[in-house]
C-alpha cells in the first residue's frame, strides 16, 4: 500500500506546469476579451452636468450598453439583445451640433421619429397627450423661461441660447403648434428641466449619433459642478488627489449599482 500512496504522489508532482509561453498566452486572451468588451460591449461614462437631476447626479459613474441600439448584425443578430430606441429611455450619444462634435452627452428620449411635440407652461405634449413625468425635477423659478416652457411657440433666438444651426432649421419641422420628429431622429430632454440644454436648443439627435443606454451606477463620487470644465493637468491632478484623500467619505454608497432608469 505505502508503494502505491508513493506512486500517487509522484504522478501528482510530475504533473506539467504552466510554462511561460501558455502563461503569456492566457494572459493575452483575457486581456483581448477586457478590450473587446469595454469596445464594443459596454462603455464608462461619467455624469458631468446637473441636466439629469435627480435621475443622474453630478459625479455618477455608469455603464453604458452599446449593444441594445447597435446596428443589428446578420451573423449574431437573433444572439443579442437589440431593440429600437423607445421613448423614455435614457441614451448616450454624441452631440449632434457640429460645435459640440465629439461630445457625449445623456438625455432622455421624448420623442421618435412620426411623433408631435409641444410644450404648454413647463408639460410636454407628445401626440396631443400630456405626459406624467414623475421623474423630472423642477426649480422654483422654472417657468420664468417662455422658450423653455413653451416650445416651439416661442421663436428660438441667441438670447435664449439656441444654437444658430437650430435657429435657422427648427421652423422646417414644426407643423401647427407641433415639432415633428423626422425618420431617423429623436428628440430628447434633461430630466433636470430648468439647466437642460436638450433638442429645445439644438435640434434633433441623429440615430447614428446613439452610443447606448446607461445600465447601472458603479460608482458615484461628490464632484463640483463646474469639474468638468477645468481641463488643465494641475486641476485634473489636484481633483485626482481629493479623491485619494476622500473616497470613503465623498463616495455616495447608496447610489452604488443603482439601475439607471
Known amino acids: 500500500m505505502a508503494k502505491k500512496d508513493n506512486q500517487g504522489k509522484n504522478e501528482v508532482e510530475e504533473k506539467p506546469r504552466e510554462t511561460t509561453v501558455e502563461f ?18 459596454v462603455q464608462a461614462f461619467e455624469i458631468p452636468s446637473s441636466s439629469m437631476e435627480d435621475t443622474l447626479l453630478i459625479g455618477d459613474h455608469v455603464f453604458v450598453n452599446r449593444i441594445q441600439f447597435a446596428p443589428k448584425t446578420s451573423w449574431v443578430g437573433p444572439l443579442l439583445p437589440y431593440r429600437d430606441v423607445r421613448r423614455g429611455d435614457i441614451v448616450v450619444f454624441l452631440h449632434p451640433d457640429p460645435h459640440d462634435a465629439g461630445t457625449y452627452v445623456v438625455k432622455r428620449i421624448m420623442g421618435v421619429p412620426g411623433d ?8 410636454v405634449y407628445r401626440n396631443g397627450e400630456a405626459l406624467h413625468e414623475p421623474y423630472i425635477l423642477q426649480d422654483e423659478d422654472s417657468g420664468q423661461d417662455s422658450y423653455r416652457n413653451n416650445f416651439p411657440a416661442v421663436p428660438p433666438s441667441y438670447e435664449n441660447g439656441v444654437y444658430p444651426n437650430w435657429i435657422v432649421d427648427l421652423a422646417s419641422h414644426i407643423q401647427g403648434e407641433d415639432l415633428v420628429v423626422p425618420p431617423g431622429h429623436y428628440f430628447a430632454m434633461g430630466d ?6 436638450d433638442s429645445r436648443y439644438w435640434g434633433f439627435i441623429p440615430q447614428e449619433n446613439v452610443i447606448g443606454r446607461p445600465m447601472f451606477i458603479y460608482w458615484s463620487f461628490e464632484t463640483p459642478s463646474n469639474q468638468y470644465h477645468k481641463t488643465d493637468l494641475g486641476d485634473r491632478i489636484g481633483f485626482l488627489a481629493h479623491v485619494v484623500l476622500h473616497f470613503f467619505d465623498e463616495t455616495r454608497w447608496r447610489r452604488t449599482l443603482k439601475v439607471v432608469r
Open 192 to 197: 433636470h428641466r430648468a439647466v437642460s440644454l
Open 24 to 41: 503569456l498566452a492566457s494572459l493575452a486572451a483575457v486581456l483581448v476579451t477586457g478590450l473587446f468588451i469595454i469596445t464594443f460591449v
Open 116 to 123: 408631435r411635440i409641444h410644450l404648454r407652461n413647463g408639460v
